[in-house]
């Protein structure tokens, strides 16, 4: 069955330190892949989406994500994280052609002042 | 603006009694899904539909039924509530077009 994998599900970090969040599916086939964010008491948001095309994807409040399809990844980085980045971080992946997606079980980030 | 509403946003219960979680959606989308989010399973599919009458077992549909009668509306009924199913639930919609999929704001359920 395809599956979504996330490292490290607790990071603390100071601010202005780098972040970087591991993400690995297992499926060979075409896939859509997505990071999502939750800050604390609200509910997930789009962080960035990759569907084709330039395998580094720039998404919002300066996240950034690398597809490489050889190694089945979708790594999330921040060069400098800030305190209001606390949240936890979904990976999400569409196994092409059902509409669903497989979400990994998060990574919980804190953002140390 | 288009929008995802859930209601309750928080909801207490007894084991044992029906519960139905409502979820709208302004979006127009025919895709609809129903999540289950607890503390180290990340989110889980309960749910999903892409369209008018259609309705498809997710990954822990146990305990849970939907119907879909409209494309607005999908909600999420409880038979017969278990303490096991205490949880934070996320409705979810996509055009089907990029899968990308958005969420509404939840409703904390707990079932004493």
């Known amino acids: 069955a395809q599956s979504v994998s996330q490292h490290n599900h607790h990071v603390i970090l100071s601010e202005a330190a780098s972040l970087e969040l591991g993400c690995n599916y297992s499926?060979?086939?075409?896939?859509?892949l997505f990071w999502y964010v939750q800050y604390p008491g609200q509910h997930l948001q789009l962080l960035l989406k990759?569907?084709?095309?330039?395998?580094l994807v720039k998404g919002i409040k300066g996240f950034e994500a690398e597809f490489i399809k050889s190694k089945f990844s979708f790594n999330l980085r921040k060069p400098s994280v800030q305190w209001s980045d606390t949240a936890e971080y979904f990976c999400?992946?569409?196994?092409?052609?059902?509409?669903?997606?497989?979400f990994g079980k998060g990574n919980q980030v804190v953002v140390i002042p | 603006d288009a929008e995802i509403t859930q209601s309750p946003r928080h909801k207490i219960t007894e084991t044992g009694r029906q519960v139905t979680l409502a979820c709208h959606q302004t979006?127009?989308?025919?895709?609809m899904f129903w999540y289950r989010q607890d503390l180290g399973h990340g989110l889980r599919l309960i749910h999903y539909?892409?369209?008018?009458?259609?309705?498809n077992k997710g990954e822990v549909s146990d305990g849970y039924s939907v119907s879909r009668s409209n494309t607005e509306d999908l909600p999420l009924t409880l038979e017969s509530a278990a303490s096991s199913q205490t949880s934070v639930y996320f409705c979810?919609?996509?055009?089907?077009?990029?899968?990308?999929?958005?969420f509404g704001p939840g409703t904390r359920l707990t079932v004493l």
């Open positions: 499926y060979g086939g075409t896939v859509n």
């Open positions: 979810a919609t996509s055009d089907g077009v990029t899968d990308t999929q958005y």
């Open positions: 990759y569907f084709s095309g330039d395998p």
């Open positions: 539909s892409y369209g008018v009458q259609d309705t």
């Open positions: 979006w127009n989308h025919n895709n």
């Open positions: 999400a992946v569409n196994f092409y052609g059902n509409f669903r997606l497989a």
